[in-house]
């Protein structure tokens, strides 16, 4: 199994929405997150490639530019709900999905981390 790994940091802006949020007690605050993606597939293509690093890049940076400097709360995918890192995990996969052809049996993985400590992850289903 091959993995290429791309890495990409923004800021983005939120405040919690649950009960008891803590110690920033739902006040208006940001992260500098550090988007680690991984693809994964069993395969190279014809160049000695599993994907292209550059298009990957790309395909990152496409999407979580709009995130940069947002805050999320004001954004429709989080209207009404919590805006957690796990959340804004998934919307980066969907939306780097939506700008970048894979290889088939590609498979990827985002770690998100928030901070230097906590990090959140996710997969999408095959």
Do not use: C, Q
Not at 20 to 26: I, K, S, T, Y
Not at 79 to 91: D, K
Request: hydrophobic letters at 40%; zero cysteines.
């Amino acid at each position: 199994m091959y993995e290429v790994t791309v890495v990409r940091e923004f800021v983005a802006w939120h405040w919690l929405t649950v009960p008891d949020p803590g110690p920033v007690e739902g006040d208006r605050h940001s992260h500098t997150f550090r988007a680690e993606l991984t693809l994964s597939g069993p395969e190279l293509d014809e160049w000695g490639y599993l994907v292209d690093i550059d298009e990957v890049k790309g395909g990152l940076a496409a999407a979580v530019d709009r995130y940069e400097d947002a805050t999320l709360n004001d954004l429709d995918e989080f209207a009404g709900l919590n805006p957690s890192a796990e959340r804004l995990a998934r919307v980066v996969v969907e939306r780097f999905e939506a700008e970048t052809e894979l290889p088939p049996e590609t498979t990827l993985r985002l770690r998100l981390w928030e901070d230097e400590t906590a990090a959140v992850a996710y997969e999408p289903e095959a």
